[in-house]
């Protein structure tokens, strides 16, 4: 497995990658945001320009040391999983306001939850590359998961259901010494000599299953675009770096992108439909790597910004009722 990240880049460039962010953590939470307090638009505004401009600036670098295959193949998977990671926004707004957490907790929750998002998604792109390079088969298992996903998604339609009472929730508070009034400021507290979970905790893990099971999705979506390990990392994980802000930035307004859940529909079953193609569409058409992966950006791009100008052309009724 080391072999086979050492082969898609040098030591330095994996262990430089990991300082960079780690710094930016560091600075995030010790330097600009060591006062607990919710962010403004601008602030989050800010952020999200700051976050985005560092990865098209890394991007830069692995078109010039890559290419443009692998530089294209960087941006598409940024693209699609910045995309993809948008969903996640909708269902932290529900659990936010499930357990009553207040906006100038929220940043701390997300914080933490980028850091245990870098170890999940870190263990589940290299098993996801593994599994593609050894069985050529699992291909089509992850392009038919994707079409599944895409239509199931597409289809039904799900039920806002209250994430204070799911099971993991029931299971936690069973199992684990828990004080209910313990509050958003700490994930421990202690009381009369006891070490209690804090619902601030239960939030967390909360985020944490979540963002594993949209995983479950994105990953083997960019696993369609390329199977390189490092190129699929680092642009999951600059993803997710920026989606903190960029929550602050639309949480006031999801409501109004209701049709963008159709258009990441569809993008998920174009993939899983690429993926199962792919090769066929190489020796068979004679297409080549590089112009599927134009084709699928620009797609990709097409579809959620038409979702998103249907959703602001077209609002649902209860916004206009409000």
């Not at 307090?37 to 560092?54: F, K, M, N, Q």
């Not at 996640?88 to 701390?108: A, I, K, M, S, Y």
């Not at 070490?195 to 990953?219: G, H, Q």
Request: hydrophobic share 55%.
């Amino acid at each position: 497995m080391v072999d086979a990240l050492l082969q898609a880049a040098p030591w330095w460039a994996w262990a430089g990658f990991h300082g960079f962010v780690f710094l930016m953590l560091a600075l995030d939470l010790g330097v600009f945001n060591r006062r607990v307090h919710a962010p403004t638009v601008r602030e989050a505004g800010i952020w999200s320009g700051v976050w985005i401009c560092l990865a098209l600036l890394f991007n830069g670098l692995i078109f010039q040391a890559g290419g443009a295959q692998k530089g294209m193949e960087w941006f598409t998977g940024y693209v699609l999983e910045k995309s993809l990671s948008v969903d996640n926004l909708f269902v932290f707004v529900l659990v936010f306001q499930g357990f009553q957490v207040d906006l100038r907790h929220q940043h701390r929750v997300l914080f933490w939850g980028v850091l245990g998002a870098l170890i999940m998604r870190a263990v589940m792109i290299l098993a996801g590359t593994a599994l593609l390079n050894r069985f050529e088969w699992m291909m089509y298992v992850f392009g038919g998961f994707l079409i599944y996903t895409g239509v199931k998604m597409l289809l039904v339609e799900e039920q806002e259901s209250d994430p204070t009472q799911n099971a993991l929730v029931r299971t936690f508070r069973r199992f684990v010494p828990f004080a209910e009034d313990g509050g958003h400021e700490r994930f421990w507290i202690r009381r009369e000599g006891r070490r209690l979970a804090t619902p601030m905790l239960l939030v967390l893990i909360t985020i944490e299953v979540t963002d594993l099971v949209f995983a479950v999705d994105s990953i083997p979506a960019v696993l369609a675009v390329t199977r390189d390990p490092f190129v699929v990392y680092t642009s999951n994980i600059f993803a997710i770096m920026g989606l903190r802000s960029l929550y602050f930035l639309l949480a006031k307004m999801m409501d109004r992108f209701h049709r963008l859940k159709i258009g990441l529909a569809v993008v998920l079953a174009f993939v899983g439909i690429k993926m199962c193609l792919a090769k066929w569409l190489k020796t068979g058409l004679g297409i080549s790597e590089h112009t599927l992966i134009w084709t699928s950006l620009v797609f990709i791009a097409a579809v959620l910004a038409g979702s998103i100008v249907a959703s602001l052309a077209w609002p649902a009724e209860h916004d206009g009722a409000e």
